[in-house]
T-cell receptor, first 119, second 113 residues
Framework: EAGVAQSPRYKIIEKRQSVAFWCNPISGHATLYWYQQILGQGPKLLIQFQNNGVVDDSQLPKDRFSAERLKGVDSTLKIQPAKLEDSAVYLC?????????????????FGPGTRLTVL | RKEVEQDPGPFNVPEGATVAFNCTYSNSASQSFFWYRQDCRKEPKLLMSVYSSGNEDGRFTAQLNRASQYISLLIRDSKLSDSATYLCVGGTNYGGSQGNLIFGKGTKLSVKP
């Protein structure tokens, strides 16, 4: 079974430039997540989609970050303009939605990530 | 205050040793807990879920103490291949639909020959 695909794998840009990342989740996974992982830290959720709707974007810096999942399948994350502190690995993950209930939780599968360096 | 706190390590242990990682969480909304493993320059992968009754998978045992808001992972008979960063994770659920994961910073384990 194919995993979560992400591209590009690496990106180097200068501050104030724009950059976009692409993610294709596992087939059938309605829930898609974008995480930011800064060196030495755990991943931090940026945005969560259920199909093409946003479930949680409370930690997305909306002045410079945007994300979309127009057809409810693949997704793009954009940074415009980039800052030095945006240097990180951007991880995409996907999962099946749960059937509900406080204890229900489906495993999130992560893609290989895009390593962004902002100079 | 960090929602999930872990000792970053590194833990340097010889092969065959038993090693324990601890983690505390402060978000009472977290309902589910997990340990993820992340190899150097790779993506995180689910190692195991954590239950109050304890969860054992081969050499790995995870435990949750909700009263103390404390999670543990025990690795017995360490192998060289266990060298990785272990991420303590809390999951939240919003009104019945799946929420998101809150990761700790991770504990780095290095198993030496």
């Amino acid at each position: 079974e194919a995993g979560v695909a992400q591209s590009p794998r690496y990106k180097i840009i200068e501050k104030r430039q724009s950059v976009a990342f692409w993610c294709n989740p596992i087939s059938g996974h309605a829930t898609l997540y974008w995480y930011q992982q800064i060196l030495g830290q755990g991943p931090k959720l940026l945005i969560q989609f259920q199909n093409n709707g946003v479930v949680d974007d409370s930690q997305l810096p909306k002045d410079r970050f945007s994300a979309e999942r127009l057809k409810g399948v693949d997704s793009t994350l954009k940074i415009q303009p980039a800052k030095l502190e945006d240097s990180a690995v951007y991880l995409c993950a996907s999962s099946f939605p749960t059937s509900g209930g406080l204890s229900s939780y489906n495993e999130q599968f992560f893609g290989p990530g895009t390593r962004l360096t902002v100079l | 205050r960090k929602e999930v706190e872990q000792d970053p390590g590194p833990f340097n242990v010889p092969e065959g040793a038993t090693v324990a990682f601890n983690c505390t969480y402060s978000n009472s909304a977290s309902q589910s807990f997990f340990w993820y493993r992340q190899d150097c320059r790779k993506e995180p992968k689910l190692l195991m879920s954590v239950y109050s009754s304890g969860n054992e998978d081969g050499r790995f045992t995870a435990q949750l103490n909700r009263a103390s808001q404390y999670i543990s992972l025990l690795i017995r008979d360490s192998k060289l291949s266990d060298s990785a960063t272990y991420l303590c994770v809390g999951g939240t659920n919003y009104g019945g639909s799946q929420g998101n994961l809150i990761f700790g910073k991770g504990t780095k384990l290095s198993v030496k020959p």
